[in-house]
C-alpha cells in the first residue's frame, strides 16, 4: 500500500473526513440486492431516516451524487414550469440542469453571498406560471443560509406549486422539519454533513409530488419517483445499490441516535461560531451577512489577500489538514472551512492553531 497517498484531513465543504468505525461498517460480506437480508438492512435505516428529515415519507436511497436526483426530480415533477431560486454555483446549476433536460424554466436570481429573499419568490410565482420551484437552503459555494421557514411559508400560499429543497450540505447540521414545513422533495448527499464516502444520495418525496409524478412525461428510468416507491414498498431499490454505502449509513444513523440529535446541532452550531470567531479575529470578513452564514461551514472573504494555494499546500504538508480555496468565480477570494459531520472542539482547535502556524510562517 506504500503507493497510497500520505493522508491528510479535508475541512473542505465535502467531501469530508470519514471514520473508520464508518470505514469499517463498509467492509461487511456481500449481499444480494433482492435477498432478505437486503430488506432487513434496507428496512433498518428507514426509521432513523425519516426521524432525520421529521417526515412521514418514504426516504428513497439513490446511488448517484446528489446531482442525480435534483436532475431527477426537475425531470419528474415539472410539467408547466420550474422556478429555479440561483444564489450561488449549485443554485446557478441547477438552472442549466433544467434547461438541458428540457424543462421550461424561470429564474430569481441573487448576488452570489445573498439569500434567497421569500417575498421575490411570493412576487415569481404570483405570475402563476410555475408549477415547481427550487431551491438550496444551505449556498455551500458561497457558505449563505436562506430562510427556510421564510421561503417555504411563501412556498405553501401556492398549492400547485411543488417544492424541491437541496440540503445538501445542511442535512443533520441543522433542524430541517420537512412536514412540518411543508416541503415536497428534500434531498441530500453522503458525502457533506452525513460524513459517508460520496456515492449515495437521499431523498424524501411527499404524495403530492408522487401524483404529480404519475401526470409528467419523460421521467426516464434511474430517477423516477414511481419506480423508487414501487421498490421502497418491498424494501428495495431499483437498481443494484452502493451496498457497502448503505452500510456505512446505517452505522452512522446509530452513531446520531448515540450522540442525540439536539446534541449535534448544538455542536455543529458551537463549532462554525468557534471558526468563525477565529475569522473575526484574524481580520477575515464572513462573505454572506453573518446572520445568514452557513452552520455547516464558514466561507471567509480573503481580505488579507493571502495566497490561498501556498497555505493549503503548507497547511497540507505540515499539518496533515486542508481547506477550501474558493469556489468557482470566488476561488482566491474566498477560502471555506468545514464544521461538518465528525468534527469536535479537539479538531477544529487543533486546525485553527495549523492555520495560525502557517498564516505566521507565510508571513500573511
Ligand atoms: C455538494 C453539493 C451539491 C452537489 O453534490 P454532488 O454530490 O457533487 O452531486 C449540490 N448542492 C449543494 C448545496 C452541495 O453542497
Redesign the pocket.
Known amino acids: 500500500m506504500s503507493n497510497q497517498p500520505k493522508p491528510y484531513k479535508l475541512f473542505i465543504?465535502?467531501p469530508i473526513q470519514v471514520s473508520e468505525k464508518t470505514f469499517r461498517a463498509m467492509t461487511a460480506p456481500m449481499i444480494g440486492h433482492r435477498s432478505p437480508d437486503f430488506v432487513e438492512l434496507y428496512k433498518s435505516v428507514q426509521p432513523g431516516l425519516q426521524a432525520l428529515f421529521e417526515t412521514k415519507d418514504p426516504v428513497f436511497i439513490s446511488t448517484s451524487?446528489?446531482?442525480g436526483v435534483?436532475e431527477g426530480s426537475v425531470r419528474n415533477l415539472t410539467k408547466k414550469k420550474v422556478l429555479n431560486c440561483m444564489n450561488g454555483a449549485?443554485s446557478d446549476k441547477w438552472n442549466d440542469v433544467s434547461t438541458r433536460i428540457g424543462k421550461p424554466t424561470g429564474t430569481l436570481r441573487f448576488e452570489w453571498g445573498q439569500p434567497v429573499d421569500p417575498e421575490a419568490v411570493r412576487r415569481e410565482l404570483s405570475t402563476g406560471e410555475y408549477d415547481t420551484i427550487t431551491f438550496?437552503h444551505?449556498?455551500?459555494s458561497t457558505g449563505t443560509m436562506s430562510p427556510i421557514a421564510e421561503i417555504m411559508a411563501v412556498v405553501r400560499e401556492f398549492p400547485e406549486v411543488i417544492s424541491v429543497v437541496?440540503a445538501?450540505?445542511s442535512f443533520s447540521a441543522v433542524r430541517i422539519p420537512k412536514d412540518e414545513l411543508g416541503i415536497d422533495v428534500l434531498l441530500t448527499?453522503s458525502?457533506?454533513a452525513l460524513a459517508l464516502p460520496?456515492g449515495l444520495s437521499l431523498i424524501s418525496v411527499s404524495q403530492r409530488a408522487i401524483e404529480r409524478a404519475k401526470t409528467v412525461e419523460g421521467r426516464g428510468y434511474y430517477f423516477d419517483f414511481l419506480e423508487f416507491l414501487k421498490n421502497h414498498e418491498k424494501g428495495m431499490t431499483p437498481s443494484t445499490p452502493a451496498i457497502p454505502l448503505i452500510r456505512a449509513l446505517k452505522s452512522k444513523l446509530e452513531d446520531i441516535e448515540a450522540e442525540g440529535i439536539e446534541n449535534r446541532f448544538a455542536r455543529h452550531k458551537r463549532l462554525n461560531t468557534r471558526v468563525r470567531e477565529w475569522g473575526a479575529a484574524n481580520g477575515f470578513e464572513l462573505f454572506p451577512a453573518p446572520e445568514f452564514g452557513s452552520i455547516s461551514l464558514n466561507c471567509f472573504k480573503n481580505t488579507r489577500n493571502i495566497d490561498l494555494p501556498a497555505l493549503n499546500q503548507r497547511l497540507k504538508e505540515a499539518h496533515g489538514c486542508v481547506i477550501d480555496g474558493g469556489y468557482g468565480k470566488l476561488k482566491g477570494q474566498t477560502f471555506r472551512i468545514s464544521n461538518m459531520g465528525d468534527e469536535t472542539d479537539e479538531t477544529i482547535d487543533t486546525l485553527l492553531a495549523a492555520l495560525d502556524s502557517v498564516l505566521k510562517e507565510l508571513n500573511a
Open positions: 465543504p465535502g451524487s446528489a446531482w435534483m449549485f438550496i444551505n449556498e455551500t437541496d445538501v450540505s448527499g458525502q457533506k460520496p
